[in-house]
């Protein structure tokens, strides 16, 4: 399913317009979903005899976000339900369809206030008694930092009520920046979103995320034509894709059909990090992995997980010596992908060796934590001979781009798809909404996971899992996709056994059963 911006949000509108559809046609079916999920939420979540006892309040602004929000009000009055809208701009000021929408509702009789016309006392009580919020204040169509009654009607909800009612806002929740998920000053937080024909990028990207609670995607008679034409190709990763894209095992096969790994991994000081890394690869499905670490750890690495067979290289004060380059790469030819990273240590000896392994090897090849921190020749990886992955959270991904953390996560999108395709390799930006972008310009922004999963280890589980699965899938991207969805649900499940607190990186391996068993 896609993602859009408002921009691209605007286009389909446009174009389904001009072929024929009537704007108030595509409001109505915005409205008419608008009700239908009102409707869910009311049967959900609140115990009542009788529709007409119930408070629905509906928030609109001057907008055609206000204006789905007046139609939908109309469509529940005509079902039974007593709504009351509170506008915020006295009726001459909307026009058009919006316009057209208000006059039907008053026709309904449909109880209308102007907010500039209320005490903040009224206001307030109207709010607290309201057993459901439908909030169309703004839309897609937001500019700017909030402003005038808008402002004050989120400021007044945020600021003096204790518990806020039950809250659906129509197709984003109003302050929140569609095209980033970035506040406007302050934003209506929401349990539901009802969301026009695609997702829109602030829904998926924090803040935004977190303010959209529960999100459903709704059809409004906008072709799907019309959305693949005017959007970018970002996609979400769901259940539904993970379904489509979890590799058929054949039944005959051996170790060999899964994949054999050369993990490049640990030091002395980080012996955790390449058992997770294994653990997580074998029990992705891997089918041998072979761990060439510091001699130091070999012996013990290998005591720490039996299924693993450790091989030690020639290191000095616990780091792979780069001389340690040549057998690597002889001992590459008995495998399929290489990982390199997790616990890895940084020096140039390190340096030397990942510099090395980029030059020669044509392997597929995932470069995680350290093994990224040592690039400084962004060259080396436009020029690899195979396909190459990295997986860095926002600080690697600062220290490659010369860019600041905070700048990498409210760009997130665009500067993994942009790195992705100028560097032709697949790129993993981790982080809350993990991106996933291809060097063809595909890219998914992933929809599991629970912030449960930012604890130690978690990055080295998810090398291991994305060498599993690319070690049985052919395309890498998806691949790679994929392995970034089972990482989140397995800590979904973790969380859910555990706490989002009391979950660490081994209880996402311990969960994997539970999502291929989902997945199946
Ligand atoms: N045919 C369609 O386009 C459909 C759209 N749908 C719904 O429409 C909205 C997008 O509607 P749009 O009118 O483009 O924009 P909004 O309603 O979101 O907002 C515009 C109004 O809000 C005012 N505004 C803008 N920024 C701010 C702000 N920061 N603070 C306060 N008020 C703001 C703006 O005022 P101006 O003075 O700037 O004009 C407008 O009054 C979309 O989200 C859908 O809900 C339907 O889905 C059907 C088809
Ligand atoms: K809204």
Redesign the pocket.
Known sequence: MQVLTPEM??KC??AT?KAAYP?IL??E??ALATAKMAEEIIEKEISFEYKSELKLSFLI????????GLAAARILKNWGYQPQIVL??SPSELSG?NALNFKLAVLNKIEIYQFEQLKTKEFISLIKQSDLIVD?????????????S??SIITLINQQLVKKPLTLA???PSGII?ANGNL?GDALKADYTVT??AYKRGLLLYPGKDYAGKIKVVE?GIQSETIQENSDQLKVFNQQEAKKSLPVRKNNSHKGSFGKLALLAGSPGMTGAPILTAKAALKGGLGLVYLLTAAEIAEMTAAQLPELVSVALPSQAGLIKETAAAKILKFTEKVDLIAAGPGLGQDKGVKTLIENILKESSLDLILDADALNVISDLELLKNYKGKLTLTPHPGEMAALTGLSIKEINNNRIDIARKFAQKYQLNLVLKGAATITAAPDGRAYINLSGSNGLATAGSGDVLTGLIAALMAQESDNFRAAALAVYIHGRAGEFAAQANSDYAMIASDIIANLKKVYQELQ
């Open positions: 949000m605007k509108d446009q317009i704007e595509l409001m079916s915005a602004g001057q907008g055609n976000n206000g204006g789905d915020t701009c369809v169309a204040l703004l839309g897609t169509g937001i500019k700017g930092q909030i402003r005038g808008v402002k129509v197709d984003i569609a406007a026009m024909a409004i």
